[in-house]
């Protein structure tokens, strides 16, 4: 793939859609987010989520040599390192909009439903993430203000790099969208993150 600084949309859009892929892929041994996963590759798959949301589309990547292999926007982690809290306040230290909404780039079942209903409430928080029908917090899919940017430094710089842990600390003013996965036989988070669970559900 080629790699090009420039953002994938020509017309002004309403916020940023920040695809989180700066990880190494140990686990896979190969880039995670170029994987072909049921005939798309998964960075392509994310992309036009977001994409169909009215989002600018960039991927947050770990450094310039990893962004060569990719044609859409991209930004580079500041604190490559810190996990997915680096790679948001990469974003936000980014973006210039107030709208900014993140994904990882191994969920592939996420839903234009979910994330419409999470940017639907997101104006009066800080930050709007779902809960799993488990019971579980799934920080890594939402949306974050600007207003995150020094309270994220602070945490990374105290080496608290748990985004569950910011979410719950009652540090932000934080929404937790509950049973937001809708149908519970659905599984929309389902996570990418090692061959076998890329082999076992790629049909």
């Given at each position: 793939?080629i790699?090009?600084d420039?953002?994938?949309h020509?017309?002004?859009m ?14 896979m041994?190969r ?44 930004v ?11 790679g948001?306040l ?6 210039k ?10 969920m ?9 209903s ?22 890594l899919?939402?949306?974050?203000s600007?207003?995150?940017?020094d309270?994220?430094a ?28 809708g ?14 669970s890329?082999r076992?559900?790629?049909?």
């Amino acid at each position: 793939m080629i790699y090009t600084d420039r953002p994938v949309h020509s017309r002004e859009m309403h916020g940023n859609g920040y695809i989180l892929a700066g990880g190494l892929s140990k686990r896979m041994g190969r880039e995670k987010p170029l994987m072909v996963w049921r005939g798309q590759p998964l960075i392509e798959r994310v992309s036009g989520l977001l994409s169909s949301l009215d989002l600018e589309v960039h991927v947050v990547l770990r450094s310039s040599m990893q962004a060569r292999r990719y044609e859409v926007s991209t930004v580079i982690d500041i604190l490559p390192g810190c996990g997915p809290m680096g790679g948001i306040l990469s974003g936000l230290r980014h973006s210039k909009k107030e709208l900014n909404c993140f994904v990882p780039c191994d969920m592939p079942m996420l839903t234009k439903g979910l994330l419409r209903s999470l940017e639907d409430q997101v104006k009066d928080y800080d930050a709007i993430v779902p809960r799993d029908t488990s019971g579980r917090v799934q920080p890594l899919v939402g949306y974050y203000s600007p207003r995150c940017i020094d309270i994220l430094a602070k945490w990374i710089g105290a080496g608290r790099l748990s985004l569950t842990g910011l979410i719950e600390s009652g540090e932000m003013r934080v929404k937790i969208l509950e049973n937001a996965a809708g149908n519970p036989e659905e599984d929309i988070f389902l996570n990418i993150n090692d061959l076998q669970s890329f082999r076992q559900t790629q049909s």
